[in-house]
Structures are given as C-alpha cells and as structure tokens.
C-alpha cells in the first residue's frame, strides 16, 4: 500500500457493530480511525457482529477474528500498529518529513505498543478477566511495579514536552496516548504529567470525531444485545 493507492481509495476498516460499555471507546478500531481523521482519509467501515468475529468473511482480513483490519485498494492489512503506520506514511500530518525523526517516531510506536500496553494488558487480564482471583492477587504486584516503572521513565523522558518527537503531534503520540488510554487511573495517578499528556492529545478534533464515530452504531445496535452470552467477546482486537 502506497500514498496513491491510499489516495485512490477506498478505504475500508472492520469494527465490532457493539461492545460491552466498558469497553466503549476503547476497541482498537479507534486508533485506525484517528490516524485517518487526521491525515483526512475518508474512509467507510465493514461492521463485524459480535458471534461473528471467528466466521470466515472475517477470518479472511483477520486470521486471528479480531478488529481491525484496512483494505485498500483489495489490498488487507491486519494488526493495529501496522495499519496506522501505513496511514501515518501517506501524509505529514503524523509523520515528519526529518528522517531522524521519522526514524524516532518508529521507534516510540514501537514502545507504545510493546514496552507500555504489554503490562497495561497484563494488569486489565488479572483485574477483570482471569478466573483465578487467588493466583491473579498474587501475579498483580509484580505487574504492578513492572508497570510503575515503565510509565515512570516514560515520565522522565517526556518530561514536560507537549510532544514526542520535535515540535509537533505525530503518529508516535497518537499510538502512546492510544495505549495510555487503556491504563486504569489508579496506575497513572502517579504520573500527573502523563494524565495531562492524554488529556490534550483526546482534546485533538480528530479524535473526537474517530470516538463519535465509533460510538454510533453502539448505540444503535445495543437493543440486539441486551442480554449478551458470557464470553462472547475474548478480546477485542
């Protein structure tokens, strides 16, 4: 996928039709939307019924039945940082035109999505979705501190910067606030500077726009899920 292919559309995201409340805003098809509010991609989304995410219409843009994954141009790309990275390389509203700081922002996507969301996910698992409540108490302090570290350098290293890389909002602060988003407040309450940090970046109209989007067809399709099955979503992409 290049910028022209991109630029010839269209462009077309999977998301869920509806998830549970807790987990409104917060389905990563939300990121795909965002990097494309702010390059101004329009784009159309191909909703994915809860029950159907492992049926094969699915399973063919996504071999693990998650949300999301981009087509463009018949071409599929699926796992989320791949994608906005893609959109991210179309336009220099996410990524600067410095190949030092190209190269940066590479690097922080990375860390957002493998050095902080790991441990964020971990501490989500032990909290609201292991079974075993006796061995997860017993897991969460050591995630917990894992977790306390990462953001504490994190911390250190934004200090008090608006941004990551140079002078301007990129694809590396969409995806860290992104993954920020997901921590509980209780582990980011020692980090005033990352909460204002989150703070302004959700103040963004782009993403604005991306979360009201996501949000609709929640709200229109709640009443087909009134009662839904427990486990009927194991992850939600």
Not at 30 to 42: F, V
Not at 197 to 225: G, S, T, W
Request: aromatic share 8%; proline share 6%.
């Amino acid at each position: 996928m290049d910028a022209e292919a991109f630029r010839r559309g269209p462009i077309r995201i999977t998301a869920y039709d509806w998830v549970p409340r807790f987990a409104e805003g917060h389905v990563r098809d939300l990121r795909l939307r965002w990097a494309l509010e702010e390059a101004g991609l329009p784009y159309e989304v191909d909703l994915v019924a809860q029950g159907a995410q492992r049926g094969p219409a699915n399973l063919q843009r996504q071999p693990f039945g998650q949300v999301p994954a981009m087509t463009v141009g018949g071409q599929t790309l699926f796992e989320t940082g791949a994608c906005v990275w893609r959109i991210a390389e179309t336009s220099d509203a996410l990524l600067p035109a410095d190949e030092a700081e190209r190269d940066a922002c590479l690097s922080w996507t990375f860390a957002a999505l493998d050095t902080i969301e790991k441990p964020i996910a971990m501490m989500a698992m032990l909290r609201f979705f292991t079974k075993d409540k006796a061995a997860a108490a017993a897991v969460e302090p050591d995630v917990s501190a894992l977790l306390a570290e990462r953001l504490g350098r994190l911390a250190g290293t934004l200090g008090d910067a608006p941004f990551l890389v140079g002078e301007r909002f990129t694809v590396a602060d969409l995806m860290m606030t992104a993954v920020l988003r997901d921590a509980e407040e209780v582990d980011l309450q020692a980090f005033p500077s990352l909460i204002a940090y989150v703070a302004r970046h959700e103040a963004r109209p782009a993403f604005q726009a991306a979360l009201d989007a996501q949000l609709v067809p929640f709200r229109e399709n709640a009443a087909r899920y009134r009662r839904p099955r427990s486990g009927a979503i194991d992850r939600l992409g």
